[in-house]
């Protein structure tokens, strides 16, 4: 299985947390600027055209950039505290013609950086028939995932894949 992790605005793939991931198969995790990039979507899609993306994981702006992706390549999402709504740093968002089969998305309800209520309704006014959305509303999380609540998450997500 191939993963692909896409980081948040300021953060990078912890070694712990990729561990974590390692469990399941080849993790790929790309050190991406988007300060410098606004096309970090279309850029994350062709740095990985000759590998087959099996799952994408992202947070809070690899999890914007992880909606979109999965869409494209038409994969499975875990998203956690995604900026779907509103971003600090522009973005171009690729026109989308598909919609992939499942994206479970985390949302901490004490998240003061990507507000939940916006996520709700991003997902509201996004709505397709096509994709199997599983929300986690935790009430106690805010915007940075401990690792122990990452991996929980991460073996929720693969389950639901059949692993």
Known sequence: MNILYLHGLDSKLSPEKKAILEKYGK??????NYYENPDAIETIID?????EIDAVIGSSMGGFAGYYVSNALLRPA???????MKRSVP?????????????QIVIGQKDDVVSPADTFTFLSED??????????LAPRLDHNIP???FEEEVESFF?????
């Open 127 to 136: 709505f397709n028939s096509v994709t199997d959305i599983h929300l986690h």
């Open 147 to 149: 690792v122990e609540f």
């Open 91 to 103: 973005q171009n968002i690729p026109s989308q013609e598909n919609y992939n089969n499942l994206k």
């Open 78 to 84: 875990l998203l956690f505290n995604p900026a779907l």
């Open 27 to 32: 993790v790929y995790a790309s050190d991406l």
């Open 47 to 51: 740095l990985y055209t000759d590998v």
């Open 159 to 163: 389950r639901k894949l059949g692993y």
